[in-house]
């Protein structure tokens, strides 16, 4: 399993930005599909972006569309998760994830390899 420590959590007002940063111990870029999860206070864990192999496509859940972006950074061998004009409802526990799969669609991916989250608050 691989080892993921994710970070850049915080508080912050709507409108807002944040930038969150997975390192992992081996290389971003020999995982075939990353991921960013949220779960909020009593609701389900949910994917909110991901990343397939080479970066080839891309996951958004519908709510952050247009406002979120999921990358790998090859300077620093990180994957990150921007988070623009962010709202209340965005706030939750955020958890980088990793997973072997290789297909085409990453929201498909089984994620097998977690982070142990950073939390987001976001104030009205």
């Known amino acids: 399993q691989v080892r993921l420590q994710d970070s850049g959590g915080g508080w912050v007002q709507a409108g807002e930005s944040l930038r969150l940063s997975c390192v992992a111990s081996?290389?971003?870029?020999?995982?075939?599909?990353m991921g960013w999860y949220r779960q909020a206070p009593g609701k389900e864990r949910e994917l909110v972006a991901a990343?397939?192999?080479?970066?080839?496509?891309?996951y958004y859940t519908d709510s952050v569309k247009g406002r979120f972006t999921i990358s790998r950074d090859r300077n620093k061998d990180s994957l990150h998760l921007q988070m623009d004009s962010l709202k209340p409802e965005d706030t939750a526990m955020y958890y980088c994830?990793?997973?072997?799969?290789?297909?085409?669609?990453?929201?498909?991916?089984?994620?097998?390899?977690w982070g142990q989250g950073t939390r987001v608050t976001v104030s009205s």
């Open positions: 994830a990793a997973s072997d799969y290789s297909g085409y669609n990453p929201e498909f991916a089984d994620f097998g390899s």
């Open positions: 081996v290389s971003i870029f020999a995982i075939n599909t």
């Open positions: 990343l397939s192999s080479l970066g080839h496509s891309t």
